[in-house]
């Protein structure tokens, strides 16, 4: 099993390295806000979840799927907990 | 849905009486006498601080991290010279284009004034476009110059070389420490830090190019709307009327300038209007929307249904955080149903849609304060619009209450846009007879509701925003494992409409769901969030007709399950 702090390093490195262009060298930790501070559009958000659905191997349902549960790495990882990533 | 039985939502009466649209009075109203010449960018700055105005608040600009700064429209006027001088003093003349390609910061704001102030031509553009995105619209354009910020500079950057007309890049956020690297035709500005100069405003007419504003169409690239300094009337007016805006106001449009709504309706009709303007320089995050609202006392929103949609999703607020609202209406895509009757239950007050584009410049149909609401019409057309649905094979009007067909406006009216920027033959195409098409299908029921039915082209609305496949086909075509590609829309509970995308593989490339992701990731970092496909279909081969073109349409059709129509010319 995964701890959080795995998990949340490989999302953030994902983050880091595809949204780049983006992220325009802003720092990047778990709790930076990524949609509610529009460094990520909201659009943007669907091809992260489905990295996070292929990487895990699940499905996210699209009333999880808001701005809020993905607007920071450590809101995905609890959203991935409780999807039951474990 | 057509439905003209639905129960009317309970709208406010009329605040007051219903405002003029003659151009004489809309004239007056804005202090302007008979054919009096006019600059829009003073008219919509120096004017307020002429009539003793000038300490009036004309934006409350906050930031995600929390930075607030106030600005009067002495300010405004203030730094919009400061900007103008610049340009000027740049060698910028009138009728270039300066593109503003930077998020919400206050200097997009005084630039845009200023610009205007010079008789130059802003060509906004949303900041998340990608670095292709950029380049097709800057070289079309054949922009002069560029403001941007250091975190969009490197786009404009790399595509510079391919810019010849490009004389200056124009940085708002240099620190002395980063002067340094600025590059050859590169300078910096900052209209708040900048020595105050006072400029003379260009003598601009109402037919004075004011803005060009890059919007997609089923073919070819994306096509460059021009706008006039006249088109302020339309702008005006339907502000004070639809969005019953006053100059007590406290107003919040949450569109980016880089569209039309964030310039028509989130710069120029609410400073027309003598309003103060709410600017959020932040993402979505629905809680802190609501803060926002409560901690500057909004009194009239104007959004759209993506928005609401995701809003939907979240907790509703408490009722004091929207204790301010007193007015809300949206803009872009179609405002479904179900998101009226949320906003009634849940905000207190229902969404008023209203119905516009690029090339109309301003609002033509609307759900106007004190008209009952038909949850999913966008309402009637406002007062001096001509609007008719016409058959789509005879071009003739319909007459036939819920008879769906082409939507269709009889111009002329002050913010009809004038042309396709060095594009005559595309522009001549929107037009038959006394009509211009507005390649959006609708009807009107026996009440004269209008009703959205869909586009009547391959054109894309998601999110509000129009993607052409045309431009994500392109792009598709530099990635390495793709052969060719249709990209059509495909219904989304969220955006309305997303793009997906049919693709043929080359020769050695599998179909796999990493391969997909791989794709998405493409289009985003090449032309913008918007173009990306949130869906990948990889097929042996697309439908064509014998001629070879792609049926988009059946495509589309499968997707929104549809009657794929006729047939005929599919080849094979």
Not at chain 2, 83 to 95: N, S
Not at chain 2, 199 to 217: C, I, V
Not at chain 2, 394 to 401: A, K, L, S, V
Not at chain 2, 515 to 542: C, E, G, Q
Request: hydrophobic content about 40%; overall charge negative.
């Amino acid at each position: 099993m995964a701890d959080d702090q795995q998990l949340a390093r490989t999302i953030l490195d994902y983050i880091a390295r595809e949204y780049a262009d983006a992220l325009q060298g802003t720092p990047l930790d778990a709790d930076t806000p990524l949609i509610s501070a529009g460094l990520i559009d909201s659009l943007s958000m669907v091809s992260l979840k489905v990295f996070l659905e292929q990487t895990y191997r699940l499905r996210i349902p699209d009333a999880e799927a808001s701005a809020e549960a993905f607007d920071s790495v450590t809101a995905i990882v609890q959203l991935l907990r409780r999807l039951g990533v474990n | 849905m057509n439905d003209s039985k639905v129960v009317p939502v309970a709208a406010p009466a009329a605040s007051r009486n219903q405002p003029s649209y003659e151009i004489a009075d809309l004239r007056a109203a804005l202090g302007l006498g008979p054919g009096q010449p006019f600059n829009l960018g003073a008219l919509l700055s120096n004017r307020l601080c002429e009539q003793g105005h000038g300490g009036r608040l004309a934006l409350i600009w906050e930031n995600h991290a929390g930075l607030r700064q106030n600005f009067t429209f002495d300010d405004l006027r203030r730094y919009s010279d400061v900007w103008a001088a610049k340009l000027a003093e740049l060698g910028i003349a009138a009728g270039d284009r300066v593109c503003l390609f930077l998020d919400r910061v206050p200097d997009l704001y005084f630039a845009f004034l200023g610009i205007l102030k010079l008789g130059a031509v802003a060509q906004p553009l949303f900041s998340q476009f990608m670095a292709d995105a950029l380049e097709l619209r800057l070289a079309d354009a054949e922009t002069r110059a560029v403001i941007t910020t250091a975190r969009h500079v490197q786009k404009v950057r790399s595509a510079r070389p391919r810019l010849p007309a490009l004389a200056w890049v124009i940085l708002t956020d240099v620190k002395p420490e980063t002067a340094p690297t600025l590059g050859p035709g590169e300078t910096a500005m900052n209209a708040e830090t900048a020595p105050a100069r006072a400029f003379e405003p260009f003598a601009a007419s109402e037919d004075t190019p004011s803005l060009l504003h890059y919007t997609s169409g089923t073919t070819g690239k994306p096509k460059g709307a021009q706008h006039v300094h006249g088109a302020v009337l339309s702008q005006f007016a339907t502000t004070r009327h639809v969005l019953d805006l006053r100059p007590d106001d406290i107003y919040w449009c949450t569109a980016d300038p880089g569209w039309v709504t964030g310039t028509s309706y989130g710069i120029i009709g609410p400073w027309a209007v003598g309003a103060t303007q709410a600017v959020f320089e932040a993402g979505f995050s629905a809680q802190r929307w609501y803060e926002f609202i409560a901690r500057h006392r909004v009194t009239v929103f104007y959004t759209a249904p993506t928005a609401i949609r995701m809003l939907m999703k979240a907790p509703p607020p408490g009722a004091e955080l929207l204790a301010s609202l007193r007015h809300m209406c949206s803009v872009g895509e179609p405002l479904n149903p179900a998101a009226v009757v949320w906003a009634e239950r849940s905000l207190g007050r229902p969404f008023h849609d209203t119905y516009w584009q690029t090339e109309t410049g301003a609002i033509m149909i609307a759900n106007v304060p004190g008209l009952p609401i038909k949850p999913g019409s966008m309402g009637k057309p406002v007062p001096g619009i001509a609007a008719t649905i016409l058959d789509a094979r005879t071009f003739q009007p319909i007459t036939t209450p819920g008879a769906a067909g082409l939507i269709a406006f009889r111009p002329p009216w002050p913010s009809m846009f004038r042309g396709y920027f060095k594009a005559e033959k595309t522009y001549q195409s929107k037009f038959v007879g006394e009509y211009y098409l507005t390649g959006d299908r609708g009807s009107v029921d026996p009440d004269g509701y209008y009703w959205f039915v869909g586009r009547d082209d391959d054109v894309i609305n998601t999110a509000g925003h129009l993607v052409g496949p045309f431009e994500v086909e392109s792009a598709l075509l530099r990635h390495p494992a793709v052969a060719e590609s249709a990209a059509v829309s495909k219904p989304d509970p969220t955006y309305g409409e997303v793009v997906k995308s049919f693709i043929v593989l080359r020769p050695g490339h599998a179909g796999t769901d990493e391969l997909k992701l791989d794709i998405m990731n493409f289009v985003r970092k090449h032309l913008s969030p918007v173009a990306m496909p949130h869906a990948i279909d990889f097929v042996d081969k697309l439908p064509k007709t014998r001629s070879g073109k792609i049926l988009r349409r059946m495509l589309r059709a499968q997707e929104w399950g549809e009657p794929v129509g006729d047939l005929s010319s599919l080849d094979d």
